[in-house]
């Protein structure tokens, strides 16, 4: 694997454990209802609508969307963990007088395998749905991504 691929997941791996972490002591606001299967499965749908809908996509193009979809979520479910519980594992990292850097090493380490793995397919998905789209809706991409977080997918 490249050095700065290995550098960014790494990155990526270490800012999620502690943000998430951060997370864990704060409000949770709308989240609050959790992310059961259902919900991830309701979202799913209706971010892939959303997105066909903007893109206007044939029926192709909306299957591959969808299996990029799924890739992203098994991706999660890898990074979590089976039955994981990020607010305790962040509580035991700051259980005692100090800092168990031993722990946090071994949640950094697991996470890491577990983008790992999971990144492969899921850039392959990227791939296969980006390769898929025609010259105006790679533009339409590419102009929501100029936006930097200034709504997504019209969500404001």
Same mark, same amino acid.
């Given at each position: 694997m490249k050095?700065?691929i290995?550098?960014s997941?790494?990155g990526l791996?270490?800012?999620?454990v502690?943000?998430?972490g951060?997370?864990?002591?704060?409000?949770?606001?709308d989240?609050?209802?959790?992310?059961?299967?259902e #919900?991830?499965?309701?979202?799913r749908?209706?971010?892939i609508e959303?997105?066909s809908?903007k893109?206007?996509?044939?029926?192709e193009?909306?299957?591959?969307l969808?299996v990029?979809?799924?890739?992203?979520?098994a991706?999660?479910?890898?990074?979590?963990?089976?039955g994981a519980?990020?607010?305790?594992?962040?509580?035991?990292?700051?259980a005692?007088?100090?800092f168990? #850097?031993?722990k946090a090493q071994?949640?950094l380490d697991q996470k890491t395998?577990?983008?790992?793995?999971?990144?492969?397919?899921?850039?392959a998905?990227l791939a296969?749905?980006?390769?898929?789209?025609?010259p105006?809706?790679q533009?339409?991409?590419r102009?929501?991504?100029d936006k #930097?977080?200034?709504g997504?997918?019209?969500?404001?």
């Amino acid at each position: 694997m490249k050095t700065w691929i290995k550098r960014s997941l790494i990155g990526l791996t270490a800012a999620t454990v502690v943000l998430g972490g951060l997370t864990a002591c704060g409000s949770r606001g709308d989240h609050a209802r959790g992310w059961s299967e259902e #919900r991830v499965t309701e979202m799913r749908g209706k971010a892939i609508e959303r997105i066909s809908s903007k893109l206007e996509l044939n029926a192709e193009q909306k299957q591959k969307l969808g299996v990029l979809a799924d890739e992203m979520i098994a991706s999660r479910k890898a990074f979590r963990g089976e039955g994981a519980d990020p607010r305790a594992d962040f509580k035991t990292l700051v259980a005692g007088e100090k800092f168990d #850097r031993a722990k946090a090493q071994s949640l950094l380490d697991q996470k890491t395998a577990a983008v790992q793995g999971s990144a492969p397919k899921v850039l392959a998905a990227l791939a296969d749905f980006y390769d898929s789209l025609n010259p105006e809706q790679q533009r339409q991409v590419r102009e929501k991504l100029d936006k #930097r977080g200034h709504g997504r997918w019209g969500r404001g």
